[in-house]
């Protein structure tokens, strides 16, 4: 996994086009066009951030940020129609002087006279929404950082087992895509396999997808390509999933430790996200799929307060501390107590 | 570690036939390798990998090949895209 990791190239999307963003958004955060013209398709957003272009146009436009998408909300209209007719187009005509990629007015406003001619004449989409401003910014914040979040593509195969998104890794050929048929099988949900792309989602989650190439397509060794969707249905997909535990198979080496008690607890760093990651040894005749089921309902067990490792860890030193407290047998007999004292009458 | 850019030169593109050709040659091999497109890169050894470049005449992919016998991998590897999976 980790030499996996050194050799992959980090992608980011150095632009979106506004034609996209708009096709994207319209129907998602209610905008509408009201520019006359067609969307120019060189115009693109290169940042992911937005902009309230208040003080550029009062005239100030030093340090303006015109690559940003530029909000006009309520103080932007309400201070455009105050203004002479005079101050308007002569700061308007300076604000299109800069190559912005769009403008969007929000809370339901009419756009300010002279802007819809002035913005058809310097080519800049102009768009409306009904949603107001703190909502709409949210909304339109959080598509761009996911437009243009870090992605990384990594070869395994992602299931999603009792909710808990499970990437399994390793060397090709080590029964990847068998282990996610097998768990398909068993009711669980397939997200991608052999090609999942990973982007990261605000700075904590990482979230796993397939390409739109492939799908639910999959290979399985000596078989050929087969299509999950249609074998199993809708229940045994799903097109995204957070990424919550890597497993990564590998031949059982004698030479290797591997986890015995899981207290020590692995994570792996990928686009700066900590990943819960498993080493897990396989060799013919081990049931895989159920250690994996047990790998996900151990995570959920965790997730909700209870961690098995740590009680036991608990259970033992308080059971070592009341040894040593007892007086001590002179005769030295250590007894082994059973779960039950006392066996009643049930010998069945 | 071998690098090397090499171009798609056949009309159909690397399609399903040479993508299942190249995998298993690259099965033969011990080495990694990865193909990559734009910075998009995926192993070498999956077809629906290699499938998902969907790399057409043209274009330009760069393969690597890491571990034991990485040089006749490579070697034999870039033979077959050079002569255009064998449908010039």
């Not at chain 1, 009904?130 to 990594?154: A, E, G, H, N, R």
């Not at chain 1, 700066?272 to 159920?290: A, M, R, S, Y």
């Amino acid at each position: 996994m980790k030499d996996q990791l050194r050799n992959i190239k980090e992608i980011r999307k150095e632009f979106i086009t506004v034609d996209f963003f708009y096709k994207e958004c319209m129907n998602r955060f209610k905008i509408k066009k009201i520019s006359g013209k067609d969307i120019p398709s060189k115009k693109v957003i290169t940042d992911q951030d937005i902009h309230r272009p208040g003080l550029a146009l009062s005239g100030y436009f030093d340090l303006f940020t015109y690559k940003k998408i530029q909000i006009f909300g309520n103080t932007e209209i309400e201070y455009l129609r105050k203004i002479t007719r005079e101050d308007r187009i002569k700061n308007l005509n300076k604000f299109f002087s800069y190559d912005v990629p769009c403008i969007i007015i929000t809370d339901n406003n009419d756009a300010p006279p002279d802007l819809k001619e002035l913005a058809d004449k310097f080519n800049v989409p102009l768009f409306k929404t009904s949603y107001p401003t703190t909502k709409f910014s949210y909304f339109i914040s959080d598509f761009l950082d996911d437009q243009f979040s870090s992605q990384i593509v990594l070869h395994g195969s992602f299931v999603d087992v009792y909710g808990i998104g499970l990437l399994f890794s390793g060397k090709s050929g080590i029964g990847k895509s068998e282990i996610a048929l097998d768990l398909i099988e068993r009711g669980h949900r397939l997200v991608a396999d052999d090609v999942v792309v990973l982007s990261k989602k605000a700075e904590t989650v990482l979230m796993g997808s397939g390409t739109s190439l492939v799908e639910h397509f999959m290979e399985i060794r000596g078989l050929g390509i087969i299509d999950v969707k249609s074998i199993f249905g809708i229940r045994s997909i799903r097109y995204q999933k957070r990424v919550e535990v890597i497993v990564e198979l590998e031949l059982w080496d004698q030479n290797r430790t591997y986890e015995r008690t899981g207290l020590d607890h692995k994570n792996i760093k990928i686009l700066d996200v900590d990943i819960e990651f498993i080493k897990l040894p396989i060799f013919p005749g081990k049931n895989i799929t159920v250690i994996v089921e047990v790998i996900a309902l151990n995570y959920l067990c965790k997730h909700y307060g209870y961690n098995a490792a740590q009680v036991f860890k608990k259970k033992l030193s308080r059971k070592i501390h009341e040894n040593k407290l007892k007086e001590k047998d002179p005769r030295n007999i250590e007894q082994i107590n059973r779960t039950i004292e006392y066996f009643e009458h049930d010998f069945e | 570690m071998i690098e090397k850019e090499v171009t798609i030169v056949n009309k159909a593109g690397m399609h399903t036939r040479p993508a299942s050709a190249i995998v298993k040659i690259a099965a033969r091999y011990k080495s990694d390798f990865y193909i990559s497109k734009n910075n998009f890169q995926v192993n070498g050894k999956s077809i629906i990998g290699v499938m998902t470049l969907a790399a057409e005449q043209g274009s330009k992919l760069t393969l690597t090949f890491d571990g034991p016998d990485e040089v006749w991998f490579a070697d034999e590897m870039i033979k077959f895209f050079e002569n255009g999976f064998g449908e010039l």
